[in-house]
């Protein structure tokens, strides 16, 4: 997925089937790291992911600089993430505390209260966090031997996670991203305090590395940076209702940070007297914008920054005019799109209803794509707007002389082209192919279905993209050459 220039964004579903995967891998075995992803999933998608007031529910989190989520409407939209939404805030309590034998596992700072049944104790935990840095577990009723494992977070400097019972100080022999064990007979007014002192960072998006995430300790801090053009805020109930469909603001004119040292930019964080998590960011930037930064999940009704782009001095100024190149290009290229498909994602091949009787899906450098091999296909049905000047486009990756790139392209069941791409780029960077597509194939139809079937023994050869797009200028300034050859 191409966070930073589509809108569609983390899908709330998709996380809360991570948490599940999470809670169930930490059954089996019960790390901390797991706990700490649970955490970072939790504070900075769930929970942002539901409004506050009218109590809407977010399909898509874009990622896209300046972009906004939309939200469902009772009656309106029923998607698969506002049923999982009405599960997800739910169950914040579920994973605070785990057992396993005589441990018991405080995985995450939730103000809570625990009734150990099996061992006859109740616990209460007290804290402000994320907007405190300490914790107070106190045993409220009852008494037993157990191991309490205290999670040392990822996120605190190593030495810094400080636990004390009844006022000791416990030895802590472990670092970040672990459990500290106390095991002692307990009983009832027995207090564990525990500190654990946040500090800023900052997190690199994985598939776009000059784009990062500003941190506090585990949380996701974000700026609002306007209201304008928030279509459809909240949903209807369309098919595609659930897309923030307005317009997207150019990625050259969001704000960009410029510090010769890009780590030391969470150190320009300064926080805001009488504000807990609320910052202002003091860095040099390009595009300004400087308003509050503050925690992700505070945000809505708003466009907002999430990843920001962070250049040194050097590099930021040709950065730019390539950038703002890429992104007039690329603006041009959206207002060409009629419909368009990213295949071996789940939810652009649902939306497209794809067939297939055995295809492969795979995912490289951080794209996915559909394949099939000798004489196997896929298939989608792609919307025309009943436009007849449409063009099919194709994304490929250069690199790949070792295999054969034999297909076929149909549209409702007519060969278009036959295509070859064997060896043919030998470069390791994607390539664009565009291929007509006649008009008496468009002609009244609202939507057709585009197949790729493999060559018997050979394989298509992976599919990055599929867009149908109205002709560009240059190719309608060659079809209208071709068309007064064949009149004069």
């Given at each position: 997925m191409?966070?930073?220039?589509?809108?569609?964004?983390?899908?709330?579903?998709?996380?809360?089937?991570?948490?599940?995967?999470?809670?169930e891998?930490?059954?089996?075995?019960?790390?901390?790291?797991?706990?700490?992803?649970?955490?970072?999933?939790?504070?900075?998608?769930?929970?942002?992911?539901?409004?506050?007031?009218?109590?809407?529910?977010?399909?898509?989190?874009?990622?896209?600089?300046?972009?906004?989520?939309?939200?469902?409407?009772?009656?309106?939209?029923?998607?698969?993430?506002?049923?999982?939404?009405?599960?997800?805030?739910?169950?914040?309590g579920?994973?605070?505390?785990?057992?396993k034998?005589?441990?018991?596992f405080?995985?995450?700072?939730?103000?809570?209260?625990?009734?150990?049944?099996?061992?006859?104790?109740?616990?209460?935990?007290?804290?402000?966090?994320?907007?405190?840095?300490?914790?107070k577990?106190?045993?409220?009723?009852?008494?037993?031997?157990?191991?309490?494992?205290?999670r040392?977070?990822?996120?605190?400097?190593?030495?810094?996670?400080?636990?004390?019972?009844?006022?000791?100080?416990?030895?802590?022999?472990?670092?970040?991203?672990?459990?500290?064990?106390?095991?002692?007979?307990?009983?009832k007014?027995?207090?564990?305090?525990?500190?654990?002192?946040m500090?800023?960072?900052?997190?690199?998006?994985?598939?776009?590395?000059?784009?990062?995430?500003?941190?506090?300790?585990?949380?996701?801090?974000g700026m609002?940076?306007?209201?304008?053009?928030?279509?459809?805020?909240?949903?209807?109930?369309s098919?595609?209702?659930?897309?923030?469909?307005g317009?997207k603001?150019?990625?050259?004119?969001?704000?960009?940070?410029?510090?010769?040292?890009i780590?030391?930019?969470?150190?320009?964080l300064?926080?805001?007297?009488?504000?807990?998590?609320?910052?202002t960011?003091t860095?040099?930037?390009?595009?300004?914008?400087r308003?509050?930064?503050q925690?992700?999940?505070?945000?809505h009704?708003?466009?907002?920054?999430?990843?920001?782009?962070?250049?040194?001095?050097?590099?930021?100024?040709?950065?730019?005019?390539?950038?703002?190149?890429a992104?007039?290009?690329?603006?041009?290229?959206?207002?060409?799109?009629?419909?368009?498909?990213?295949?071996?994602?789940?939810?652009?091949?649902?939306?497209?209803k794809?067939?297939?009787?055995?295809?492969?899906?795979?995912n490289?450098?951080?794209?996915?794509?559909?394949?099939?091999?000798d004489?196997?296909?896929?298939?989608?049905?792609?919307?025309?707007?009943?436009?007849?000047?449409l063009?099919?486009?194709?994304?490929?990756?250069?690199?790949g002389?070792?295999?054969?790139?034999?297909?076929?392209?149909f549209?409702?069941?007519?060969?278009?082209?036959e295509?070859?791409n064997?060896?043919?780029?030998?470069?390791?960077?994607?390539?664009?192919?565009?291929?007509?597509i006649?008009?008496?194939?468009?002609?009244?139809?609202q939507?057709?279905?585009?197949?790729?079937?493999?060559?018997?023994?050979?394989?298509i050869?992976?599919?990055?993209?599929?867009?149908?797009?109205?002709?560009?200028?240059?190719?309608?300034?060659?079809?209208?050459?071709k068309?007064?050859k064949?009149?004069?």
């Amino acid at each position: 997925m191409d966070f930073i220039n589509d809108i569609d964004g983390p899908e709330t579903c998709n996380t809360n089937n991570m948490l599940k995967l999470t809670e169930e891998m930490h059954r089996r075995n019960p790390e901390a790291r797991y706990a700490d992803y649970y955490e970072l999933a939790t504070f900075n998608h769930i929970l942002s992911s539901q409004h506050p007031e009218h109590g809407g529910y977010v399909y898509f989190t874009p990622a896209r600089p300046r972009h906004y989520r939309n939200y469902s409407a009772p009656n309106e939209a029923m998607w698969c993430c506002v049923g999982t939404g009405m599960e997800n805030h739910g169950k914040y309590g579920q994973f605070i505390y785990t057992k396993k034998s005589d441990n018991l596992f405080v995985n995450l700072f939730v103000a809570s209260e625990l009734n150990w049944k099996e061992k006859g104790v109740t616990l209460r935990q007290e804290t402000g966090f994320p907007y405190s840095e300490t914790s107070k577990i106190t045993v409220a009723q009852g008494k037993g031997q157990f191991t309490l494992q205290v999670r040392y977070p990822g996120w605190v400097k190593p030495g810094a996670f400080q636990v004390k019972v009844n006022g000791k100080p416990v030895s802590i022999v472990t670092g970040p991203s672990s459990y500290v064990a106390i095991s002692r007979q307990w009983k009832k007014g027995d207090v564990v305090e525990i500190t654990f002192p946040m500090y800023n960072s900052i997190k690199y998006l994985p598939n776009e590395p000059q784009y990062i995430a500003l941190m506090h300790g585990p949380i996701l801090l974000g700026m609002k940076t306007g209201t304008e053009d928030l279509a459809h805020l909240v949903a209807d109930d369309s098919r595609f209702g659930q897309y923030a469909s307005g317009k997207k603001l150019p990625i050259n004119e969001a704000p960009i940070l410029i510090n010769n040292s890009i780590e030391d930019i969470a150190n320009q964080l300064q926080p805001i007297a009488g504000k807990p998590l609320h910052f202002t960011l003091t860095t040099k930037m390009e595009n300004a914008i400087r308003n509050e930064i503050q925690p992700f999940f505070e945000i809505h009704d708003a466009r907002y920054m999430m990843y920001w782009l962070a250049l040194s001095e050097d590099s930021y100024r040709s950065y730019l005019s390539n950038l703002a190149k890429a992104e007039q290009d690329r603006q041009e290229l959206e207002a060409r799109t009629v419909d368009k498909v990213q295949p071996g994602e789940q939810q652009p091949e649902t939306d497209h209803k794809m067939e297939t009787d055995q295809s492969q899906v795979g995912n490289s450098n951080d794209v996915f794509y559909r394949d099939a091999r000798d004489g196997h296909y896929f298939s989608y049905l792609m919307q025309t707007g009943g436009q007849t000047d449409l063009d099919l486009r194709l994304k490929y990756w250069g690199v790949g002389e070792w295999k054969t790139h034999e297909f076929d392209i149909f549209v409702d069941d007519v060969l278009v082209k036959e295509v070859n791409n064997t060896g043919k780029y030998r470069i390791s960077e994607f390539k664009y192919e565009t291929y007509p597509i006649p008009v008496e194939l468009l002609k009244d139809k609202q939507q057709v279905r585009v197949k790729f079937v493999a060559k018997p023994g050979k394989q298509i050869g992976e599919i990055y993209e599929v867009r149908l797009v109205k002709h560009s200028e240059s190719n309608l300034k060659n079809w209208i050459n071709k068309v007064e050859k064949v009149v004069y």
